[in-house]
């Protein structure tokens, strides 16, 4: 799946919903849904679904609709969910220690390896199955270990030395959860989850009472 | 500010990002810039800059460039930061407990009101400066003190029935943790932070190797 290059974000961020909406009726024993019933469900236009869709193969059927099993794996692969990621998370924090013990990562394939923080606190701590190791440790363990995804957890001031070092070690994705943008080299993917941005869009949202179409695509 | 009524989503959402950079910006004591050296930091077009904050009123000066406080302070506004906000955390668990411990948002004017659980191993339990409260109490709760927005950091299978049950209670903002869309009536706002979504979205640009463009703008 090299060849998606014209797809645009905004089609790629909807994929995930697509995935966990058709998990959701897997796990209800739904085997069977019309782009109709699917769009009333997600709040999509029955074309835009049809569209999104389009951009990655052959899925629906005329008369029939969806395989939901079938579409479910089919995004699964392009989500690159057919295979596990291991996961570093470096800084040991609340939002660190948090993303340790959330369990619903593993039952999608993202295995978390290790977690570090420099401070001498927190090293040795046990947080869920972990125990925290130093950051000195890091360049060591990447020798040993294949790690797909380091979860940044630091704070602002730290995170873009931090994330250079990282990608020096050999690391190619990034879930980074400072508040801010780090600008990395082309072949280093980077997701960002932005706490207080994605708070202060809602209170810009209460502020200015936007309309509901706005509230859907988020 | 009730008629910004034809802003994008894309738009609005771009909105806390010039406010963290003009907030770096006189963090270092910088007190003026152009819009290409804005440009240049934040990696979208000067032209994309000028047609964004065009939108919300007349910012900068020709040949002088963008003052940063008086920017910073106007963006503020506009996202509603000139009033301070109330929430509370309905969902002790992991990601709850992190939220209540998380120290920027204070910073931002957003006070953390109150936890509440129903799990009573939790409950009475200290998190940060908050005591972990029976969900049972969360009417009388409401009816003594004014939130504005409740955050939901509860399982995907609770979630719908709890955000309904705070909008009955007068709630009007919902921040939501959970792996599910909701669907409120049109005056709640809703705003969403899907972490496996978010995590996906890395595996599949991993996967696809997409092109730099498309990562700047999450």
Known sequence: MNS?????????????????????????????????ELSRKMNITASQ????????????????GYNVENLFNEIGKILGLSRNYRMII???????????????????????????????????KTVGDLQIQDIAALETFLAHNKVDIAVLTLPGKEVADMARHVV????????????????MPDYVQVENVHLTDSLMTLTYKLCNNVPPELNESN
Not at 7 to 26: C, H
């Open 90 to 124: 470096i800084g040991a924090g609340n939002i660190g220690q948090a993303l340790a013990r959330y369990t619903p990562f593993k039952k999608r394939g993202y295995q978390i390896a290790a977690i570090f923080d420099n401070n001498l606190n927190m090293i040795g």
């Open 49 to 64: 679904i049809r569209q999104d869709l389009n951009n990655f193969g052959c899925f629906g059927q005329q008369g029939y």
């Open 4 to 36: 998606n290059k014209h797809i645009s974000i905004t089609v790629i961020k909807r994929l995930p919903r697509y995935y966990r909406y058709l998990g959701e009726l897997l796990d209800n024993d739904i085997n069977r849904i019309s782009s109709m």
């Open 168 to 183: 020096s070690l050999g690391i190619k994705g990034i879930w980074n959860f400072a508040p801010v943008d780090l600008h």
